[in-house]
């Protein structure tokens, strides 16, 4: 079964701790993507990377950090230094990376993380 | 800033009427569109995706993009209730609208 995984389904996180939501995916894809989604808006890209031990900062990057250190995995830490961090958190993957690529992406389940 | 504009809705069409939902954008050089579905609390899920000039169809859905008016828009015919959910328009894959809500009323 080819998808993408992330994991926890909810976080609850207290201030001034960092957090790591875990993504996954089998889908051989080489790009990966992590967005923000607030109630009633948009996505809003984070991060994305298009290869291994290698990623750019999206629009709002701030108080976020990422890793690609296999093809499969992008976790995306949520650090203390991000002062509003509740939010859906939605990772996606594409075959290709490029912006105005073809290639859709395909979206994991989501982590709803909120903060106490 | 590259901007993706929608109408929050709800945009509210009884069953089987034509849906239109509209999707301006900012960034006159951009390349690709796409249009995902969304249901409350879910992941979205990709509906179509265009690139030229014209109209695409794809069962009861069609995509319209005109480049020169920087406008892109999704119809979906025959609608049905389970048609519900926020449609989001996507540009250059990375850009997003804020979505438009569709009611499908039985």
């Known amino acids: 079964d080819g998808g993408i995984t992330q994991s926890p389904k909810y976080l609850f996180r207290k201030e001034g701790q960092n957090v790591t939501l875990s993504c996954e995916q089998n889908l051989n894809h080489d790009a990966m993507y992590w967005y923000r989604q607030d109630p009633g808006q948009g996505l809003r890209l984070i991060y994305y990377s298009q290869i291994v031990n290698d990623f750019q900062k999206g629009d709002i990057a701030e108080g976020y950090s990422v890793s690609r250190e296999k093809k499969e995995s992008f976790p995306l830490t949520v650090t203390s230094a991000q002062k509003n961090p509740t939010a859906f958190y939605l990772c996606?993957?594409?075959?290709?990376?490029?912006?105005?690529?073809?290639?859709?992406?395909?979206f994991g389940p989501g982590t709803r993380l909120t903060v106490l | 800033q590259k901007e993706v504009e929608q109408n929050s809705g709800p945009l509210s069409v009884p069953e089987g009427a034509i849906a239109s939902l509209n999707c301006t954008y900012s960034d006159r050089g951009s390349q690709s569109f796409f249009w995902y579905r969304q249901y409350s609390g879910k992941s979205p899920e990709l509906i179509m995706f265009?690139?030229?000039?014209g109209d695409k169809e794809d069962g009861r859905f069609t995509a319209q993009l005109n480049k020169a008016s920087q406008y892109v828009s999704l119809l979906i015919r025959d609608s049905q209730p389970s048609d519900s959910a926020t449609y989001l328009c996507a540009v250059n894959k990375f850009y997003f609208g804020s979505g438009t809500k569709l009611n499908v009323k039985p």
């Open positions: 265009i690139y030229s000039n």
């Open positions: 996606a993957s594409s075959i290709l990376g490029l912006a105005g690529g073809p290639d859709e992406q395909f």
